[in-house]
């Protein structure tokens, strides 16, 4: 993982470079020709700059899709908010904002995912859901490994950060899709909105 840091880090030292050369030749452009097409090249590249590097990182962020819903509105909007803290954990993975940050991003992470599954185990616990011990252990594995992340946070911050956003990222998803569109249905029938 140091390798990947960095390159991740020479690489934003060049995305860094590019953008003060840009900055540097369109100044010099606009001083000494500003009719100069290159020059409004170069002010058009600063421009679109933003576009383009959200454009390239967008696959590390998730976005809520329709095709996520469970069909419950409470469940629905608990796993918006999980979606977004995950983002933010990338946020801090991406752009190395500090120790504070990243540990704070984390702790609200598992702090709501605790609670998240909490309240969906109360409903389908309430419910005499059928498959409830064996979604509850898919819960318990996954806090087990998000402990061995926090663990790991303690040796090698960088590389426990990038692990958690992607582990939390892919699992949400397939969690999601998976066995909690299964106890949907069952919920809804029982008239859990």
Same mark, same amino acid.
């Given at each position: 993982m140091r390798a990947e840091l960095?390159?991740?880090k020479a690489k934003?030292?060049?995305?860094?470079? !590019?953008? !003060?050369?840009?900055?540097?030749?369109?100044a010099l452009g606009l001083m000494t020709s500003p009719t100069n097409p290159f020059t409004w090249i170069l002010i058009g590249l !600063?421009?679109?700059l933003p576009f383009i590097h959200r454009r390239l990182i967008s696959g590390q962020y998730?976005?809520?899709?329709?095709? /996520?819903?469970?069909g419950i509105d409470s469940i629905d909007m608990q796993h918006k908010k999980l979606l977004g803290l995950i983002n933010s954990l990338q946020t801090a993975v991406d752009f190395s904002t500090g120790e504070l940050f990243e540990r704070e991003a984390?702790?609200? !992470?598992?702090? /709501?995912?605790r609670s998240h599954f909490s309240y969906e185990e109360g409903l389908m616990e309430q419910n005499a859901y059928p498959e409830f011990e064996a979604h509850r252990k898919q819960h318990q &594995?996954?806090?087990?490994?998000?402990?061995?992340?926090?663990?790991? /946070? &303690?040796q090698d911050k960088d590389s426990a950060m990038r692990n958690a956003a992607?582990?939390?990222?892919?699992?949400l998803i397939k969690h999601i899709?998976?066995?909690?569109? &299964? /106890? =949907? =249905?069952?919920?809804?029938?029982?008239?859990?909105?």
């Open positions: 960095m390159h991740d934003m030292f060049g995305i860094a470079i !590019l953008i !003060l050369t840009l900055i540097t030749a369109a !600063l421009v679109l998730v976005e809520w899709k329709n095709e /996520y819903s469970v984390l702790d609200e !992470l598992v702090d /709501y995912t &594995q996954m806090i087990a490994r998000v402990e061995e992340v926090l663990a790991e /946070y &303690q992607a582990f939390l990222r892919s699992w899709n998976g066995t909690d569109k &299964q /106890y =949907s =249905s069952f919920l809804i029938e029982k008239g859990v909105k």
